[in-house]
């Protein structure tokens, strides 16, 4: 198995130089290899019989590829013998990097999804490096020590657990400082084994992640959203203009540059806390739990423009689903149930199933009549049972009921059958 524990690193100036150094000199190279191989891409990716008629004929030269990249940073040491500063391993690490951006952006990931085109990388999106192999004994009391770099103290908030060994060691900078994440590993400690666990009417729950209430449960319980973001708020518009007010490249403007990326951290990590809680309760309740699978891309989306006959421009609701974008952004939902859910349910041996939302939010949960609702509406109010519930109570139990296989809503199956044929 296994973990990724992460401690805050407290180096002395000269540490702290050579490892803002370093990361400087990586993401110099980083950037280079990243542009060798547009280059050559750009000059070959055409087979060539097929080459446009019109066009300068690049000098064959063999594509640039991670052993080819790796092997060209001896070359690198000794044209600039301050790139010897640097660990060999960090360095390999960084052409690896460049690697998989690219490989990612040609060919995608093992799933064949592909990335966008990789950035070249500013100070600010160039901070990790990272030793791919560390020694098993490299923490001696409250200090850690890395290679080329030394001892460097650390907050030992949590030990290591008996029988795990570190195995790799990265180091990020952030808003606040520099911190270490050790992977450890224990290969007697098998993966958590995923259950084989049928969901059944008792050992589930549906839930639907609001806009008025972080998450409901189809047991009626409701979580509300938080609203750290809307407190700091305030405080992050008067730091913007500030911020703004300041000539660019001066003292001022860098100060309050370090301010806004605290706070933006700050805010960060009170949402994740929140998250995990959140998760607790959640697996807590049942074994299997039942979600939307939720494309929020298409819920952030902007609404169309509606026209009368005449030209007139007509409410289109965008101003409440403005107010309604921000609070779902504000929450991260997406995160909470792709990753952190499912990971915390995984650890408890429990089970995160994603349903096909279609059709959840427009019927009765009860006689499964359609009921169309705005999104203003936030009550079920059905006209042919008389179920009179709050609308994401009633969508967390549809979903629990499409999760089940209860009363499939024919709305909501015919387009999963339209889908599952597109991605085929
Ligand atoms: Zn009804």
Redesign the pocket.
């Known amino acids: 198995m296994l973990l990724a524990y992460q401690y805050k690193l407290l180096p002395n100036n000269q540490q702290k130089q050579r490892m803002s150094k370093w990361l400087d000199m990586l993401r110099y190279q980083y950037n280079y290899l990243l542009a060798d191989r547009f280059d050559w891409w750009q000059n070959n990716r055409c087979p060539i019989n097929a080459c446009p008629l019109i066009t300068s004929i690049p000098e064959p030269r063999e594509q640039p590829e991670y052993y080819g990249q790796k092997r060209s940073l001896v070359q690198l040491k000794k044209d600039r013998p301050w790139y010897q500063d640097i660990h060999a391993h960090v360095l390999q690490e960084m052409v690896k990097r460049v690697d998989l951006a690219f490989k990612r952006f040609i060919k995608g990931d093992a799933n064949g999804k592909r990335s966008g085109k990789p950035r070249f990388k500013s100070q600010n999106r160039y901070r990790t490096f990272a030793y791919q192999e560390v020694k098993p004994d490299c923490i001696q009391g409250n200090k850690i020590q890395l290679p080329k770099l030394g001892l460097i103290k650390f907050i030992y908030h949590r030990p290591i657990p008996d029988g795990f060994k570190i195995k790799r060691a990265s180091i990020t900078k952030k808003a606040d400082g520099y911190y270490v994440t050790l992977t450890l590993e224990d290969k007697s400690v098998p993966d958590v084994p995923t259950l084989d666990i049928k969901p059944t009417e008792k050992n589930s729950i549906g839930i639907d992640a609001g806009l008025e209430y972080f998450v409901a449960c189809s047991d009626g319980a409701m979580i509300n959203p938080p609203k750290f973001y809307r407190q700091s708020e305030e405080k992050l518009v008067k730091l913007q203009q500030k911020q703004q007010a300041r000539p660019k490249g001066s003292k001022a403007r860098r100060k309050l540059n370090q301010q806004l990326a605290k706070l933006h951290q700050k805010i960060a990590r009170q949402r994740k806390q929140f998250h995990f809680e959140v998760a607790d309760k959640l697996v807590d309740k049942a074994d299997v739990i039942f979600v939307e699978d939720l494309k929020v891309a298409n819920m952030m989306r902007r609404n169309k423009p509606k026209q009368d006959e005449n030209g007139n421009y007509l409410p289109n609701n965008q101003s409440s689903k403005s107010g309604l974008n921000k609070s779902f952004a504000d929450a991260g939902i997406s995160g909470f149930l792709n990753e952190i859910l499912p990971y915390k349910a995984a650890k408890a041996g429990k089970k995160v199933i994603k349903v096909n939302p279609a059709g959840t939010s427009q019927h ?1 949960s ?2 499964l ?1 359609k009921v169309p609702k705005d999104l203003s509406d936030r009550w079920n109010i ?1 006209s ?2 008389g ?1 009179f519930l709050p609308r994401d109570w009633n969508s967390a139990i549809l979903i629990k009921k499409v999760g089940l296989d209860i009363g499939l809503l024919k709305n909501a199956n015919s387009r999963k059958g339209r889908r599952s044929s597109h991605c085929s």
Do not use: D, I, Q
Request: hydrophobic share 10%; charged share 0%; net charge neutral.
């Open positions: 009765c009860n006689c009549a059905c042919n049972c179920t």
